[in-house]
């Protein structure tokens, strides 16, 4: 299993609006840069991520699965853009800040320390841990 982050502006889609979706999911689509799209690409069934409030909050507020391969992103007609499905699998008991992220220094060569702007990005094992116990999960 490989680990992500999916970054979202909560005013644009929130973890609440994620939860509502249940386990059909929701296709994470609208994501143009070709590196963020790759990491799509890359994903398997099953695999986790940490759904990502970027730009209010800018924290990690839960964990996701991935519940369909890659496809093509329905909100465009460019076939260059394809996107995954995720479904919520569960809150972290608190939010883990970037602050916070970023004070860690286990977590110093995380994507999202060195490269915040991707909006899907690889999170390494033991990054996921550490962040899951930070989370209380």
Known sequence: MAYW??????????????????????????????????????????????????NIGKEVVGVVEVCALSHPDSTTDDPRWDCVDIKAVEALRRPVSLDEI???ER?????????SRLSVQPVTETEWKIIRELGGL
Do not use: C, I
Request: hydrophobic fraction near 35%; avoid cysteine; proline fraction near 2%.
């Open 102 to 104: 970023k004070a860690d």
């Open 107 to 115: 977590l110093a060569e995380m994507v999202l320390v060195k490269n």
């Open 5 to 54: 982050l999916f970054k979202s502006e909560p005013d644009t889609w929130s973890w609440e609006q994620q939860l509502a979706k249940g386990d059909a999911g929701e296709e994470w689509h609208g994501v143009r840069n070709y590196q963020a799209r790759n990491n799509m690409r890359a994903m398997k069934l099953g695999d986790r991520g940490f759904f990502y409030h970027s």
